[in-house]
C-alpha cells in the first residue's frame, strides 16, 4: 500500500513538472493520431446493418489502388514513409473488414507503386508487406485480385512485358478469370488503356466464358482501367460478348458512377465523389443500363482529397445491389500535427535548457 503511494505521489510530481507537461502533450497526440482518429471514422460509417444482416445478401469489400510505397523512388526517409504508409492501411482495413465482415474482398489495380519497376527480390517484399496488412494468403479463395498499370503496365506505349504479367501471375492468379457462385459471376480481367479489345483480347475472354454471355443475376467485370468511356465500337463489343450489369475499376483514384445507355449508347456521370445517399440502390434486373463504379483509393499518399473503401452489397432476394463508401481518415492532416508538435518540442526543450542553467542572485538585506 505504501509502495503504491510512493508510486502515485511520484506520478503526480512528474505531470505537474515541466517535463510531465511535454510528456502528457506527447501521449494526447499520439493517441489521437494513431487511435481517436480511426474509431472516430469507423462512427461516421453508414449503418449497414439491416442490409447486411439479410440471409439472402453477399458483401464484398472493395479495395482499390493501395500502392504500396516502393524501396527506389523516396530517398533518405523512405523507410520511415512506407512504414507509416502500410501503417495506415493496415489500420484502416482492419476496420473496415471487421465493420463489413466481408464474403469477398476485390481489390481493383495498383496493389504496389513501383511494381513494374521491382526486381524479383523485390516483389516478394512488396507481396510479403501486402500480406502481412491485408492477410491475403489466410483468406484463400475469398479476395479476388487485379492488376493495374504499376503492377504490370498498360498505361503508357512501351510499357508491358510479359514477363510482369506472368510474375503477377505467379502471386494472384490468372488474369483472366471466371468466378461462379450461385447467382453471382465475376469476371477479372486485364485489359489496359492499350488494348484494342477485338485484336487482343476478345478470343481470350470468350474461351474462358465458354463463348456465351454471363448469365447470372449479378454479373461482375473486375477491370482496373475503364471500359464505358472508350470507343464506341470497344464499348459495344464487350458488352455484347459479356452482358456484365456491373463494372467495377480503379486506376483514377476517385470515387465515380458512370452509367451506360444501352439503347443509346450514351455514357453520364451518375454520381461523383459522394454518393446522392448513404447507401445507393442499384438494379440490376434491368438490361439497359450499365454501371462501372471507379472506387476512390485507400492510400492517403496519393493525394486526393477523399479515401476509404467500396462496400457492395448483392441481394440474391431482390436481385438488387447496394453500394456505400466508407471513407478514411486525412493522414496529412495528422503528420502536421506531428511535425508541429515536434517543432514545439524543440523549443520547449531549448526554453528549459535555458532557464535551469540561469543562476539566481540574492542580495544580503542593508
Not at 511520484?10 to 510528456?23: C, H, N, P, T
Not at 501486402?130 to 491475403?136: E, G, N
Not at 512501351?158 to 492468379?173: A, E, H
Amino acid at each position: 500500500m505504501c509502495r503504491r503511494t510512493r508510486l502515485t505521489t511520484r506520478l503526480k510530481r512528474l505531470l505537474i513538472s515541466r517535463y510531465g507537461f511535454v510528456l502528457l502533450t506527447a501521449c494526447l497526440v499520439v493517441c489521437m493520431n494513431e487511435i481517436v482518429c480511426y474509431e472516430w471514422m469507423v462512427m461516421t460509417w453508414p449503418n449497414i446493418d439491416s442490409l447486411a444482416n439479410k440471409s439472402t445478401v453477399r458483401k464484398f469489400l472493395l479495395v482499390a489502388d493501395p500502392q504500396l510505397i516502393g524501396e527506389k523512388d523516396e530517398g533518405f526517409f523512405g523507410l520511415i514513409t512506407r512504414n507509416d504508409a502500410d501503417r495506415y492501411l493496415a489500420n484502416t482495413f482492419s476496420r473496415a473488414n471487421s465493420y463489413v465482415k466481408p464474403d469477398g474482398i476485390l481489390f481493383l489495380g495498383d496493389i504496389f507503386d513501383e511494381g513494374l519497376s521491382a526486381t524479383d527480390d523485390e516483389f516478394k517484399r512488396y507481396f510479403n508487406r501486402f500480406d502481412s496488412i491485408f492477410q491475403y494468403k489466410s483468406r484463400g479463395n475469398k479476395s479476388i485480385v487485379i492488376p493495374g498499370d504499376n503492377d504490370v503496365g498498360g498505361e503508357y506505349y512501351g510499357d508491358k512485358n510479359p514477363y510482369q504479367r506472368q510474375r503477377f501471375s505467379s502471386y494472384f492468379g490468372r488474369m483472366i478469370q471466371l468466378y461462379r457462385q450461385k447467382d453471382i459471376e465475376i469476371l477479372r480481367l486485364d485489359i489496359d488503356l492499350r488494348d484494342d479489345y477485338l485484336k487482343t483480347k476478345q478470343s481470350r475472354v470468350l474461351k474462358e466464358t465458354q463463348s456465351r454471355p454471363m448469365t447470372s443475376a449479378f454479373r461482375i467485370v473486375l477491370n482496373h482501367w475503364p471500359m464505358l468511356t472508350r470507343s464506341a465500337s470497344f464499348t459495344k463489343s464487350f458488352l455484347h460478348d459479356l452482358n456484365p450489369n456491373l463494372i467495377l475499376k480503379g486506376d483514377s483514384h476517385h470515387f465515380t458512377i458512370y452509367l451506360h445507355d444501352r439503347d443509346r449508347s450514351v455514357t453520364e456521370i451518375l454520381a461523383r465523389e459522394f454518393l446522392p445517399q448513404p447507401v445507393l440502390s442499384i438494379d440490376v434486373a434491368q438490361t439497359r443500363y450499365v454501371h462501372e463504379i471507379s472506387i476512390p483509393t485507400c492510400s492517403y499518399r496519393m493525394g486526393v482529397s477523399r479515401i476509404g473503401y467500396g462496400v457492395l452489397l448483392l441481394d440474391t432476394a431482390t436481385k438488387s445491389a447496394h453500394l456505400t463508401i466508407l471513407s478514411t481518415p486525412r493522414r496529412y492532416g495528422y503528420l502536421y500535427a506531428y511535425a508541429t508538435y515536434g517543432i514545439c518540442f524543440v523549443i520547449g526543450v531549448i526554453f528549459i535548457f535555458l532557464c535551469s542553467g540561469r543562476s539566481i542572485t540574492t542580495y544580503p538585506r542593508s
